[in-house]
């Protein structure tokens, strides 16, 4: 399940599920969005973008979903494995400026 | 290709001293790279924009005399943290933009004792 707290909110899940972490973007200018997986102690790890022309794009086991209209975003991982356990974070950007990134989420994955 | 080096992976300094703190594109040229913060269980926020061969550009409330910015090569970006306290140590990130996007470092812990 996920929990929302005075940490970072924390979504909770068996290996094997398919995860769903939800973005809220600031920006209804923002044409360009990232989703980031950052591992304790390293940096900014690029797992899948979308324009703001596309609703959704796939790559191998994410799938981003962009709905401009409420300024939300979603990574969706398939078949959540130990090792995606780590903090996801969105990003919003415009004219390929510079980066705003969102709170994130920590993807804790059990065995 | 498109990674980004960033060094030394943590340091450790006394309050009062300076740390630099280095960000080097190794396999194309970044005319234009960041720098974020991060405290733990937090999002980064950027610092200042750093652009070669020009002044940095810092975000508001950013101490620009305390986080000097240099950005004199095609590949090479440094942070110093000058006089550091410890109310510094933090999480330190470069980044660097490329036509398509965004690389980022590895990170920097930096403990000011």
């Known amino acids: 399940g996920e929990s929302v707290g005075l940490h970072l909110p924390t979504l909770s899940v068996q290996e094997g599920d398919n995860s769903i972490i939800n973005c809220a973007y600031s920006n209804s200018a923002s044409d360009y969005f990232i989703w980031y997986k950052q591992e304790s102690g390293k940096g900014p790890q690029f797992i899948i973008d979308i324009r703001s022309n596309m609703d959704k794009r796939q790559g191998q086991r994410v799938t981003v979903l962009l709905n401009k209209t409420v300024k939300h975003l979603s990574l969706q991982i398939a078949a959540t494995q130990p090792g995606d356990s780590a903090v996801y974070f969105c990003?919003?950007?415009?004219?390929?400026?510079?980066?705003?990134f969102g709170k994130g989420t920590m993807l804790l994955v059990s065995p | 290709g498109a990674v980004v080096s960033q060094h030394p992976s943590r340091v450790i300094c006394k309050s009062g001293t300076s740390v630099k703190i280095e960000c080097r594109s190794l396999d194309f040229q970044a005319t234009t790279m960041f720098w974020y913060r991060q405290f733990p269980k937090k999002s980064l926020m950027l610092m200042a924009t750093?652009?070669?061969?020009?002044?940095?550009?810092?975000e508001q409330g950013v101490e620009k005399d305390k986080f000097l910015i240099n950005h004199a090569s095609l590949t090479l970006s440094t942070l110093t943290v000058t006089s550091a306290h410890p109310e510094d140590s933090s999480f330190y990130i470069c980044?660097?933009?490329?036509?398509?996007?965004?690389?980022f470092g590895s990170g920097t812990r930096l403990t000011v004792v």
């Open positions: 750093s652009n070669e061969g020009s002044k940095a550009t810092y």
């Open positions: 980044s660097a933009r490329k036509s398509y996007g965004y690389t």
């Open positions: 990003a919003e950007n415009i004219g390929y400026s510079t980066l705003t």
